[in-house]
């Protein structure tokens, strides 16, 4: 089953704009992931965030984590057509090292 | 090599025959995942592979699903007498460290 939930299911932007996707859990972590997806293939490891940080960068990339609500957030700042790709959040649990996924997010981003 | 490796990259086969799908993981990495997703879905766990340690198998999805792993090298995800609704992308990761995965670019399986 899914414990993370994308929101939204579906984002459409201009290139330059930012962009921002948020992820809600169930139960608690150890830490959380973004991961992001082209055409429907392999994921790519986008950026990890641990249960005690609140807040994180990599390069165009912020992610925080409010454990409190158990969510997250990724913003994409200053997109690009490149850019365009499906979003996912999975989160770290104590389940013997297992990354839980949500359905993601489509982002397009417009040139 | 320098990523994960899948094989096929797509197989369509006919409802009821077997397949089997190949996973080569990166040099080194203990342990491996396979997960399905359907189209425009997330990912869902099928097995976990963790070095010489029995497979948690608790995502597969019912006894026409099975997976091999040898050692810390190949394994192979084998779906018997598929049918329509096994069609889906199959995705395999392998792990190094804080539970970062990677991913292969996985098999586009089509049952017809």
Not at chain 1, 14 to 36: D, F, H, P, V
Not at chain 1, 84 to 101: E, H, K, P, V
Not at chain 2, 94 to 110: K, M
Request: glycine share 10%.
């Amino acid at each position: 089953s899914q414990q993370g939930e994308e929101d939204p299911q579906a984002l459409s932007i201009q290139e330059g704009e930012n962009a921002t996707m948020n992820c809600s859990y169930k139960t608690s972590i150890n830490n959380l992931q973004w991961y992001r997806q082209n055409s429907g293939r392999g994921l790519v490891h986008l950026i990890l965030i641990r249960s005690n940080e609140r807040e994180k960068h990599s390069g165009r990339l912020r992610v925080t984590l409010d454990t409190s609500k158990k969510s997250s957030s990724l913003l994409i700042t200053a997109s690009r057509a490149a850019d365009t790709a499906s979003y996912f959040c999975a989160t770290d649990g104590n389940a013997g090292n297992m990354l839980t996924f949500g359905g993601g997010t489509r982002l397009m981003v417009k040139p | 090599g320098a990523g994960v490796s899948q094989s096929p990259s797509n197989k369509v086969t006919e409802k009821g025959k077997d397949v089997e799908l190949r996973c080569d993981p990166i040099s080194g990495h203990t342990a491996l995942y396979w997960y399905r997703q359907r189209l425009g879905q997330g990912l869902e766990f099928l097995i976990y592979f963790q070095g010489n340690s029995a497979p948690d198998k608790s995502g597969l999805p019912s006894d026409r699903f099975s997976a091999e792993r040898t050692g810390e090298s190949v394994s192979t995800l084998t779906i018997q007498r598929t049918q329509q609704e096994d069609s889906a992308v199959y995705l395999c990761a392998s792990r190094r460290v804080e539970n970062i995965q990677y991913f292969g670019a996985g098999t586009r399986l089509s049952v017809l």
